[in-house]
């Protein structure tokens, strides 16, 4: 059984240890202060004497340490190891401000956590709500704050589970439990690292709010991440305003408004294709010979899909007519009939994409679709008469 140090100290960086086993990369000591992935906090990083330690495993009654490469130890040699102090106190960080986010979100709106997840830029938790409006999720990180600059205590204990009472999680294990309290606010049990006070968490920021299946995800980052968040958002947004010639407090309603008028441009631009496209089809159309049948078909290649659309768009409002257009890469078609031309394009090019691995369906008017390669694609146009 591996001694676990980070228990009682998470402060603890550096440590000696004996080796009790070696397997390959990994080193099983009699005592650690790494920690292992576990309740959703990632592990450590470090070095084992002169090795770098790239995992650590959690394996119930031991704990693995994975180096970069096979160990040099033996078993009953004596280690040094050392934690990387920047990565644990940042998991410190956001494993804290996530107990007392959680705990907030459950006293201003009786929300519950049903799961966290912690990752390199940011950290989740999950609540059990439907949604979550923006006046509550601000509300609910100025509550954090506030506390935050209290700078309450953090504590951790180790209590029976059958006398335990407060958590804010009910516990299905027996036996010895750790608790982790931030002083008149939560109580819970936890396995993991956190700092000694509030004001150690640093500024907690709500990055973003989402439904997520059932629940509701809060995205949000404590600390050092905070601030460097906070400084690459000021420079992106002085980078734009300079762009702009403006103030960065200038540059909400400046986007807005070319937002707005590049919308008016794009839809008169579209409107102006779907004008011209008329024209062309009509004149494609008045060139083609009409077939046996009294159809008229035209057949085009373009370097792109968008024009190919537009032709087939107007082409299906003429009268009698087909139209097969394609794109060499990536390979795609685009397939159009009028009302009156007895053909349904939709079911003719879906038929002739699945009889060629291709992807691809639309309406009996107009349909489109990819395909693999060029053989394929010549295929299929052979199907569509291209």
């Known amino acids: 059984m591996t001694e676990r140090l980070y228990y009682t100290d998470a402060r603890l960086t550096e440590f000696t240890a004996r080796v009790v086993e070696v397997a390959g990369e990994r080193v099983y000591l009699d005592r650690t202060a790494f920690y292992p992935t576990s309740g959703g906090q990632q592990f450590d990083l470090g070095t084992l004497g002169d090795a770098r330690v790239v995992d650590v495993v959690d394996e119930k009654e031991r704990i693995a340490h994975v180096l970069e490469k096979p160990a040099r130890f033996s078993a009953g040699d004596e280690v040094s190891g050392r934690v990387d102090w920047t990565r644990r106190f940042d998991h410190m960080q956001q494993h804290?401000?996530?107990?007392?986010?959680?705990?907030?979100?459950?006293?201003?709106?009786?929300?519950?956590?049903?799961?966290?997840?912690?990752?390199?830029?940011?950290?989740?938790?999950?609540?059990?709500?439907?949604?979550?409006?923006?006046?509550?999720?601000?509300?609910?990180?100025?509550?954090a704050n506030e506390i935050v600059f209290e700078n309450r205590p953090v504590g951790v204990t180790f209590e029976d589970s059958v006398t335990a009472t407060g958590l804010?999680?009910?516990?299905?294990?027996?036996?010895?439990?750790?608790?982790?309290?931030?002083?008149?606010?939560?109580?819970?049990a936890c396995g993991g690292t956190h700092v000694r006070g509030t004001g150690e968490i640093g500024a907690i920021t709500v990055r973003r709010v989402e439904k997520y299946k059932q629940s509701t995800r809060v995205e949000f980052i404590c600390g050092w991440r905070a601030l460097a968040r906070a400084r690459a958002d000021f420079d992106t947004l002085t980078t734009i305003a300079s762009s702009l010639t403006a103030a960065i407090d200038e540059v909400p309603a400046l986007v807005a408004a070319q937002a707005a008028h590049l919308k008016e441009a794009e839809t008169d631009a579209r409107k102006r294709g779907e004008e011209l496209a008329k024209y062309q089809a009509r004149e494609r159309y008045d060139a083609a010979a009409p077939g046996a049948d009294g159809v008229r078909r035209v057949v085009e290649t373009a370097t792109s899909m968008d024009p190919l659309r537009a032709m087939a768009q107007a082409m299906s409002a003429l009268p009698k007519a087909i139209y097969v257009g394609s794109v060499a890469s990536p390979p795609g078609i685009v397939f159009a009939a009028s009302a009156d031309s007895g053909v349904n394009a939709g079911e003719v090019l879906k038929t002739a994409l699945n009889a060629n691995a291709g992807r691809g369906g639309g309406s009996p008017r107009v349909a489109q679709g990819t395909v693999p390669d060029a053989a394929a694609l010549q295929r299929v146009l052979g199907v569509l008469g291209g």
């Open 96 to 143: 804290t401000g996530q107990h007392l986010l959680s705990a907030v979100f459950e006293e201003l709106f009786g929300h519950k956590t049903v799961s966290v997840h912690f990752g390199d830029e940011s950290a989740t938790l999950d609540l059990d709500a439907p949604s979550l409006s923006r006046e509550r999720a601000l509300k609910a990180e100025r509550r």
């Open 168 to 188: 804010r999680k009910a516990v299905d294990r027996s036996g010895e439990l750790r608790i982790v309290e931030i002083a008149g606010i939560d109580r819970s």
